[in-house]
């Protein structure tokens, strides 16, 4: 037998298996379960499967045949978290630690009129970024946890230890309703138990995703968000996605202290491409282009950023959350400000702004601009002399030092 006739058929047996134990319960193809199936009653560490599957209503049928649920194409999200609900189960009712594992989704697209409801211990995988569509149809309520609505959003506020990866996330225009693509919250006055036995930290993820189409308005009136995290989300963690023609902000962290944005390409955004108003964050590796507010704004103190670009937006960087420490920002060919730096005790090193011709402008207003006299400032950097009609805007206050090429020299004692 050779190697991948062998793992034909391993796929094979494995999904008969958990084909069968569905078929055992009476599992009903694009609806919830009505109960524990063997599957997660009385599970014990010997007995647990790798896998809980669902199939997409355009799957093709030998995938549907070795599926535990299969979708119909309309109220998709209720067998979708039907298997999420099954794989939470052990032998401790919402502890991450003894959860089933995982929830595949196959390829194709899944049309959810509501939210899909992440459970502790549960890691939700697509086909990839571009196979599996999680699609919005007229969600307008804010079912799960917090009051903000999103296509995929956490079961309730004591929600940890879960997240997902490896899907489209597709706001559907107008069609789609008022939810933002992802929105994770936490109850702040009561800390989350079980993970591990107490932990205070929701511990969530989401990674490998791609996002776009959440235009039109959101909930009362404000635009539709990608990646929301808010209210305690300690320990949120964001990374390799790209998100895309949002109404809102690309990413947005909210209440979310000791959390990390990593390696997202942001563009087409009306708001702040990442918009950080929590401490002690770190934002590492990402992009922001075609942002009609700013492409990064730094609000947050205790930050650290890093190796971070903005492209043809209306502002680079705006920065105003310290004590911070940046180092390595091009802020390329936008329209108002390369950077603005409004808040004491920052520390930039290694920045550049320039114009470029053919970009999104016709030319620059300012490079950097200093509002309200910062105190503790220490920058080193550039500005470039073409395009940018003013260099340098304002001053640092007492006991900076800032040095930008192309612009000025200032050293307050």
Not at 60 to 76: E, F, L, Q, R, S
Not at 321 to 326: D, E, R, S
Request: glycine share 16%; charged share 15%.
């Amino acid at each position: 037998m050779t190697a991948d006739k062998y793992q034909s058929d391993r796929r094979r047996v494995v999904g008969a298996a958990f084909a069968g134990i569905a078929s055992g319960v009476g599992l009903a193809v694009g609806t919830a379960a009505t109960g524990p199936s063997p599957a997660s009653a009385g599970v014990g560490t010997g007995s647990r499967p790798l896998r809980i599957t669902v199939a997409a209503a355009d799957a093709p049928a030998y995938i549907k045949a070795d599926a535990n649920y299969v979708c119909t194409g309309t109220d998709d999200q209720i067998a979708i978290n039907a298997a999420i609900a099954e794989a939470a189960t052990g032998p401790i009712a919402g502890s991450s630690e003894r959860a089933l594992n995982a929830v595949e989704l196959s390829g194709g697209q899944f049309y959810c009129s509501g939210a899909v409801l992440l459970r502790s211990g549960v890691d939700v995988m697509g086909a990839g970024m571009y196979a599996s569509v999680l699609r919005a149809v007229g969600i307008t309520t804010a079912t799960g946890a917090g009051t903000r609505v999103g296509l995929v959003k956490l079961f309730d506020l004591n929600t940890h230890g879960c997240g997902l990866h490896g899907f489209t996330l597709e706001g559907g225009g107008t069609g789609g309703g008022t939810c933002d693509a992802l929105v994770y919250c936490n109850d702040g006055s009561a800390n989350p138990t079980g993970y591990p036995y107490t932990s205070p930290d929701p511990d969530c993820y989401a990674y490998n995703l791609f996002i776009r189409g959440f235009r039109t308005a959101g909930v009362g009136g404000a635009g539709r968000n990608g990646l929301y995290a808010e209210t305690d989300m300690r320990g949120t963690f964001f990374h390799s996605c790209n998100v895309r023609d949002c109404s809102g902000d690309g990413v947005v962290l909210n209440g979310t202290p000791d959390s990390h944005v990593d390696r997202i390409h942001i563009g087409g955004i009306d708001g702040y491409g990442v918009n950080v108003s929590s401490g002690n964050n770190k934002v590492t590796n990402c992009k922001a282009y075609y942002c009609n507010i700013a492409g990064m704004r730094f609000a947050g103190g205790r930050g650290t950023f890093t190796c971070l670009e903005v492209q043809d937006s209306v502002v680079g960087f705006d920065i105003s959350g310290t004590p911070a420490v940046i180092a390595g920002l091009t802020a390329d060919t936008c329209r108002d400000d390369g950077v603005i730096i409004q808040g004491t005790g920052l520390s930039l090193d290694g920045f550049q702004v320039f114009w470029r011709s053919g970009g999104r402008y016709t030319s620059q207003l300012r490079g950097v601009t200093f509002t309200g006299s910062p105190a503790e400032v220490t920058a080193i950097g550039r500005v470039a002399t073409n395009g940018i009609t003013t260099k340098v805007t304002g001053a640092p206050g007492a006991n900076s030092f800032v040095r930008i090429a192309g612009g000025a020299l200032y050293a307050v004692g």
